[in-house]
């Protein structure tokens, strides 16, 4: 159906929708998420909006396929989502990473390929071109060789989305990516992720920052342990939503 | 000199230890990479500890045999590992809590049955070794351990390396972490197993810590630290048994001392990541 080679949905005729249904997801005993419903495709470039501890992360871990799904069901491309897919790649937040990890930017990239290369055969000429396109594309062509530890944040991320983009992921699910960057570094990663999503790619992103929501995402998901609201910014980034996800401002504020 | 230099090569026990010097510090230094980049070295130490009433237990019931002792410790191992991983999972500790209850009980209760049983003697080497005791045997055993241990970590080498250094985003590319994770555990143990005859379980932790962590200061590549270890303790460990029959010390402790000594020559003076570079340059710069 699909064309394996190809880069992004951006060359293939239909559009790819993710689809989360009724989700919920369980800590212990603890209700992490409940009743998450929305649905989303290729090209867009969404928003996970809520207060702390509202399951952004949890949610983002979900559709990567790293926590049991409690209820519900999670779809991309209308087959369910299993423990991990190639077209799924997962960014997570930079300062659970060990940075010290004796690794070149090269080296993190590389991983990317493990689904095609698998536990043993050598990365072939295919894949050492796809780990070069993708360092040349996150502009880390001149980083390449060097450990991982030299990095500044904004490099790092980039790092990160290299090896989704050599993994050839379809979906690109970001913790935190802004959080910590400089504010030239912000702006960069804005252009990368519009660029990203314009060449067909679905961006997923937690984010913290208000005053730039509008500028980078064309999607908004408002979470407080469930969906609160979910549609284009126009619509959803408004000050009455917002309240009714993180409560009203001068009030205290939902946990 | 020269006779009081060779003499150590002259006799057969001699021999035999400083092969498997070389053999068990090869294998424990490859091990030891994972050990440092992993950042269990608590976790194998623990382990480490919880040898010691595993083999009083196993000579107990069963005598005193080569099997009984290594059978027990693995037991030993075995139990304390999923003991604490279920103490943490059925309250509210944390795993290296529930780890340094059950070990310390464990190896007291190890101590007091071993004095019952009347093997003081035997005590002392379980806890420091004693490599001059090994038979043609124990080389066998020893060189089968390595020879599979190496075998599973080098085959496994990139999927591990994945999982060590992020085990979340290997499991979103279909590494499966946990039961990688727990294979890595398994060949840890055995590996600190082989090294019980040398060294001790009081001061296995030292060669399965101790030669990764070294090259780790002197140098990023980890292919360096995989090989680098194996070298560094190999000859480490066998130079280590000459010396000490050299100088007339215990060959256990001598061992874990040469290694400690080049690592403080690496802390001190590794050109990019030791103390004296470091002072020298106050801001890091590239290399």
């Given at each position: 159906?699909?064309?394996?080679?190809?880069?992004?949905?951006?060359?293939?005729?239909?559009?790819?929708?993710?689809?989360?249904?009724?989700?919920?997801?369980?800590?212990?005993?603890?209700?992490?998420?409940?009743?998450?419903?929305?649905?989303?495709?290729?090209?867009?470039?969404?928003?996970?909006?809520?207060?702390?501890?509202?399951?952004?992360?949890?949610?983002?871990?979900?559709?990567?396929?790293?926590?049991?799904?409690?209820?519900?069901?999670?779809?991309?491309?209308?087959?369910?989502?299993?423990?991990?897919?190639?077209?799924?790649?997962?960014?997570?937040?930079?300062?659970?990473?060990?940075w010290?990890f004796?690794i070149t930017v090269?080296?993190v990239?590389?991983?990317?390929?493990?689904?095609?290369?698998?536990?043993?055969?050598?990365?072939?000429?295919?894949?050492?071109?796809?780990?070069?396109?993708?360092?040349?594309?996150?502009?880390?062509?001149?980083?390449?060789?060097?450990q991982i530890s030299?990095l500044?944040?904004?490099?790092q991320?980039?790092v990160?989305?290299?090896?989704?983009?050599?993994?050839?992921?379809?979906?690109?699910?970001?913790?935190?990516?802004?959080?910590?960057?400089?504010?030239?570094?912000?702006?960069?990663?804005?252009?990368?992720?519009?660029?990203?999503?314009?060449?067909?790619?679905?961006?997923?992103?937690?984010?913290?920052?208000?005053?730039?929501?509008?500028?980078?995402?064309?999607?908004?998901?408002?979470?407080?342990?469930?969906?609160?609201?979910?549609?284009?910014?126009?619509?959803?980034?408004?000050?009455?939503?917002?309240?009714?996800?993180?409560?009203?401002?001068?009030?205290?504020?939902?946990? | 000199?020269?006779?009081?230099?060779?003499?150590?090569?002259?006799?057969?026990?001699?021999?035999?230890?400083?092969?498997?010097?070389?053999?068990?510090?090869?294998?424990?230094?490859?091990?030891?990479?994972?050990?440092?980049?992993?950042?269990?070295?608590?976790?194998?130490?623990?382990?480490?500890?919880?040898?010691?009433?595993?083999?009083?237990?196993?000579?107990?019931?069963?005598?005193?045999?080569?099997?009984?002792?290594?059978?027990?410790?693995?037991?030993?191992?075995?139990?304390?590992?999923?003991?604490?991983?279920?103490?943490?999972?059925?309250?509210?500790?944390?795993?290296?809590?529930?780890?340094?209850?059950?070990?310390?009980?464990?190896?007291?209760?190890?101590?007091?049955?071993?004095?019952?049983?009347?093997?003081?003697?035997?005590?002392?080497?379980?806890?420091?070794?004693?490599?001059?005791?090994?038979?043609?045997?124990?080389?066998?055993?020893?060189?089968?351990?390595?020879?599979?241990?190496?075998?599973?970590?080098?085959?496994?080498?990139?999927?591990?390396?994945?999982?060590?250094?992020?085990?979340?985003?290997?499991?979103?590319?279909?590494?499966?972490?946990?039961?990688?994770?727990?294979?890595?555990?398994?060949?840890?143990?055995?590996?600190?197993?082989?090294?019980?005859?040398?060294?001790?379980?009081?001061?296995?932790?030292?060669?399965?810590?101790?030669?990764?962590?070294?090259?780790?200061?002197?140098?990023?590549?980890?292919?360096?630290?995989?090989?680098?270890?194996?070298?560094?303790?190999?000859?480490?460990?066998?130079?280590?048994?000459?010396?000490?029959?050299?100088?007339?010390?215990?060959?256990?402790?001598?061992?874990?001392?040469?290694?400690?000594?080049?690592?403080?020559?690496?802390?001190?003076?590794?050109?990019?990541?030791?103390?004296?570079?470091?002072?020298?340059?106050?801001?890091?710069?590239?290399?």
């Amino acid at each position: 159906m699909v064309n394996p080679a190809h880069e992004s949905c951006a060359h293939c005729g239909h559009h790819h929708e993710l689809q989360v249904e009724g989700l919920a997801v369980r800590y212990r005993e603890v209700d992490a998420l409940r009743d998450v419903s929305f649905s989303t495709s290729c090209g867009a470039c969404v928003a996970l909006i809520g207060p702390n501890g509202a399951g952004k992360s949890t949610l983002l871990k979900a559709i990567a396929g790293l926590l049991p799904v409690a209820a519900g069901r999670i779809l991309w491309r209308g087959t369910k989502v299993a423990r991990w897919s190639r077209e799924i790649a997962y960014l997570p937040q930079r300062e659970n990473v060990d940075w010290q990890f004796p690794i070149t930017v090269r080296g993190v990239v590389r991983m990317g390929r493990f689904p095609q290369a698998g536990w043993w055969r050598p990365f072939s000429r295919t894949d050492e071109s796809a780990i070069d396109r993708a360092i040349g594309m996150m502009g880390l062509a001149d980083l390449e060789n060097r450990q991982i530890s030299q990095l500044s944040g904004g490099q790092q991320q980039r790092v990160f989305l290299a090896r989704a983009l050599a993994q050839e992921a379809h979906v690109l699910l970001l913790d935190e990516p802004f959080t910590g960057l400089d504010r030239t570094s912000k702006a960069a990663l804005a252009g990368t992720l519009k660029h990203l999503t314009e060449e067909g790619r679905l961006v997923i992103a937690s984010h913290h920052d208000m005053d730039t929501v509008k500028d980078i995402y064309d999607e908004v998901l408002l979470l407080h342990r469930r969906a609160v609201a979910f549609g284009p910014v126009a619509e959803v980034f408004t000050a009455a939503k917002l309240d009714e996800t993180f409560g009203p401002p001068d009030g205290k504020e939902a946990a | 000199m020269i006779d009081w230099l060779m003499e150590p090569f002259q006799h057969p026990f001699n021999q035999r230890a400083i092969l498997a010097a070389l053999l068990i510090g090869c294998t424990n230094g490859y091990a030891s990479a994972f050990v440092v980049l992993r950042k269990s070295a608590l976790k194998v130490g623990s382990l480490s500890h919880a040898l010691l009433p595993g083999i009083a237990v196993a000579i107990l019931v069963f005598g005193l045999h080569d099997w009984s002792a290594f059978l027990g410790s693995l037991f030993a191992a075995l139990l304390i590992g999923l003991g604490s991983l279920a103490v943490s999972r059925g309250s509210r500790l944390d795993q290296d809590s529930a780890l340094a209850i059950l070990y310390t009980a464990a190896f007291s209760g190890g101590i007091i049955l071993l004095r019952r049983i009347g093997v003081t003697q035997e005590m002392e080497e379980w806890l420091f070794g004693n490599i001059m005791g090994l038979r043609d045997g124990d080389l066998w055993t020893n060189f089968w351990i390595s020879f599979g241990a190496l075998g599973i970590l080098t085959a496994l080498h990139r999927p591990l390396l994945m999982t060590l250094f992020d085990a979340e985003v290997a499991a979103t590319l279909g590494v499966p972490v946990r039961a990688l994770n727990y294979l890595l555990l398994a060949v840890l143990i055995v590996v600190l197993i082989s090294s019980l005859q040398a060294v001790g379980c009081m001061l296995a932790l030292g060669l399965l810590v101790t030669p990764a962590a070294t090259i780790y200061l002197l140098t990023d590549s980890t292919h360096a630290m995989f090989w680098g270890g194996a070298l560094l303790g190999g000859l480490a460990a066998a130079f280590a048994v000459l010396a000490g029959w050299w100088l007339n010390i215990e060959q256990g402790p001598s061992i874990v001392l040469v290694l400690g000594a080049v690592f403080a020559l690496a802390f001190l003076f590794s050109p990019k990541y030791g103390l004296i570079a470091r002072v020298r340059r106050p801001r890091d710069r590239q290399a």
